[in-house]
């Protein structure tokens, strides 16, 4: 086969879930919450894809781009990208400001909490996408499950977490921030059944519904990551489960039943259409 599987990992969160899927395993063998699958593949791969389950609010938090992440010795820093899956009444995601902020203004805020206030909250619902570039400060709200395609690095500066007793990364995290509104780019549709929903500098994403037959486009030193949203996604024959994550290492054709649907996504700032 021209792509495989990749293994999943549970991770526990204080802000995650215990009614995760089933799909993901019972739960047991863990003493908390559910908040992040992770799935996996060499530890220097440039991407990295997780699912997300929340019960709470997130900490208000920000990543570094790649430069300012090499001068603190990690490999690169973190463009992440989210597709909503399931979302609550009311559910919402923080995501930038209204207006840009100082690093004074945005400094006072984190200290007195303000920052939840000025934040600016978008209402979500399945099928929401967003891409949120390095330096952009956000929060992940409450009531959600979401896939999450990011920057392969575990690196994260807190500027806010609600009272929970986690350590806080205040001046990193306002060295990486850009602290003003989110620019958001309406998807590219390419035809009925393929669109782009980001070409950011770092990670560009596909949409594919069925029914139809898609080449991707993947190689070995340019991998795609597959995620199947629906069921009725399959490789050669072989299905595809919602809730799995593959990778494509050559060109390979991907068939979609009616109602399929599949993000597909590689690094860099262009999809390969």
């Known amino acids: 086969m021209s792509i495989r599987q990749l293994p999943s990992r549970a991770i526990e969160k204080v802000w995650g879930r ?3 899927p089933t799909s993901f395993g019972d739960g047991s063998g863990f003493n908390g919450p559910i908040g992040e699958i992770w799935f996996e593949d ?8 997780k699912y ?11 990543h570094p781009s790649d430069d300012q992440a090499r001068a603190s010795g990690y490999s690169r820093g973190k463009d992440e990208a989210w597709y909503v899956l399931s979302a609550e009444p009311d559910a919402v995601i923080g995501a930038g400001f209204a207006a840009a902020l100082s690093s004074d203004d945005l ?23 967003f891409y949120v570039p ?11 499950s979401l896939l999450e395609i990011q920057q392969n690095v575990d690196l994260t500066y807190r500027l806010f977490d609600y009272g929970r ?30 669109e782009v929903l980001a070409e950011g500098a ?7 519904r069925g029914p139809s037959v898609q080449e991707m486009r993947a190689y070995a030193d340019a991998p795609t990551w597959l995620m199947p949203i629906t069921e009725g996604c399959a490789n050669e024959g072989v299905e595809m489960p919602a809730g799995t994550v593959w990778l494509a290492d050559t060109p390979t054709l991907i068939r979609l039943g009616p109602d399929a649907c599949l993000l597909a996504a590689c690094a860099g700032d262009k999809a390969r259409l």
């Open 18 to 20: 215990i009614d995760v």
């Open 42 to 49: 060499r530890h220097d791969s440039p991407l990295l894809v």
């Open 52 to 62: 997300l389950f929340t019960s709470q609010k997130l900490s208000i938090q920000v």
């Open 107 to 129: 400094r006072a805020a984190a200290l007195d909490g303000s920052i939840d206030a000025v934040m600016t909250w978008h209402p979500v619902k399945p099928g929401d996408f």
């Open 134 to 144: 390095a330096g952009t400060v956000h929060a992940i709200g409450a009531g959600l």
């Open 165 to 194: 007793p986690r350590e806080l990364q205040l001046e990193q995290g306002l060295a990486a921030s850009r602290p003003g509104p989110i620019v958001r780019i309406p998807a590219n549709v390419v035809d009925a059944f393929r």
């Open 202 to 208: 770092k990670i560009a994403i596909e949409r594919l």
